[in-house]
C-alpha cells in the first residue's frame, strides 16, 4: 500500500546548523509529496511541495526535491533558526486520490 | 481570510462518555477532510466531505464515529461511546478543487 516513512527525532541542532530530514515513499504512479509544518499551539501549515519527479520544493529557505529513482523527498535548510523548532511532517497525496498520507513527523529542536 | 478553526481546543472525557468535535472550513471550500493523530504515530484520513456528501470514509475506525456535514457548511465529528483508544489530536482540513488542504489547529482529545 502507500505509505511515508521519515526520520524518527527529536532532532536536536544548534543555530545556523545544517538541517536534514530524510523522507522516503511508497506509492504507486506519480503521488505529489508535501512537507507539512506544525509549529507550538498551532495547526499544520504547508511548507512545501512537488508535483512531478526532479521538482524542488522551496519555502523559507528550505528545500526538498522529488527523487523518482529513489522514492525521496528529503527535507533540507542550510542554516536553521530556533523559530524553526516545530514538528514537521512528510506527506503525499496519489494520483487516484484526495486524502493525505503521513508519515510519524519529526520533531526539530534549535537552540541558540 | 479566516482559517479553519476547530473547537474545542481541548476534550477531557471519560470511557463511555460522548463528545462531539467541530470544525469550520475556510468559507467556500466545499472539500472538508478529518485526520487524527494518536500519540507517536502517523496522521491518519478518516474522511473527506465534498459540500455535505461524504466523497469516502474509508478511513473512519468504527462505528462508533459519526461525522456530519449539514448544508456543506461546517462539520462534526461525533465519538458515542468513547474508548481509550479514541484519544489523540483531530485535525480538520479543507481545500477548495485542487490539491492543497488548509488545516486547523487540531482538538485534543483525552479519554480516561
Known amino acids: 500500500g502507500n505509505s511515508v516513512t521519515q526520520m524518527e527525532g527529536p532532532v536536536t541542532l544548534s543555530e545556523e546548523a545544517f538541517l536534514t530530514i530524510n523522507c522516503t515513499y511508497t506509492a504507486t504512479g506519480y503521488p505529489s509529496l508535501f512537507w507539512y509544518v506544525q509549529y507550538p499551539g498551532e495547526g499544520l501549515q504547508l511548507l512545501l511541495k512537488a508535483t512531478k519527479a526532479d521538482d524542488k520544493g522551496s519555502n523559507k529557505g528550505f528545500e526538498a526535491t522529488y527523487r523518482k529513482e529513489t522514492t525521496s523527498f528529503h527535507l533540507e535548510k542550510g542554516s536553521v533558526q530556533v523559530s524553526d523548532s516545530a514538528v514537521y511532517f512528510c506527506?503525499?497525496?496519489?494520483?487516484?486520490?484526495?486524502?493525505?498520507?503521513f508519515g510519524k513527523g519529526t520533531t526539530l529542536s534549535v537552540s541558540s | 481570510e479566516a482559517g479553519v478553526t476547530q473547537f474545542p481546543s481541548h476534550s477531557v472525557i471519560e470511557k463511555g462518555q460522548t463528545v462531539t468535535l467541530r470544525c469550520d472550513p475556510i468559507?467556500?471550500?466545499?472539500?472538508l477532510y478529518w485526520y487524527r493523530r494518536v500519540m507517536g504515530k502517523e496522521i491518519k484520513f478518516l474522511l473527506h466531505f465534498v459540500k455535505e456528501s461524504k466523497q469516502d470514509e474509508s478511513g473512519m475506525p468504527n462505528n462508533r464515529f459519526l461525522a456530519e456535514r449539514t448544508g456543506g457548511t461546517y462539520s462534526t465529528l461525533k465519538v458515542q461511546p468513547a474508548e481509550l483508544e479514541d484519544s489523540g489530536v483531530y485535525f480538520c482540513a479543507s481545500s477548495p478543487l485542487g490539491v492543497r488542504q488548509y488545516f486547523g489547529p487540531g482538538t485534543r482529545l483525552t479519554v480516561t
Open positions: 468559507s467556500g471550500h466545499d472539500n
Open positions: 506527506a503525499l497525496i496519489t494520483q487516484a486520490g484526495t486524502a493525505l498520507i
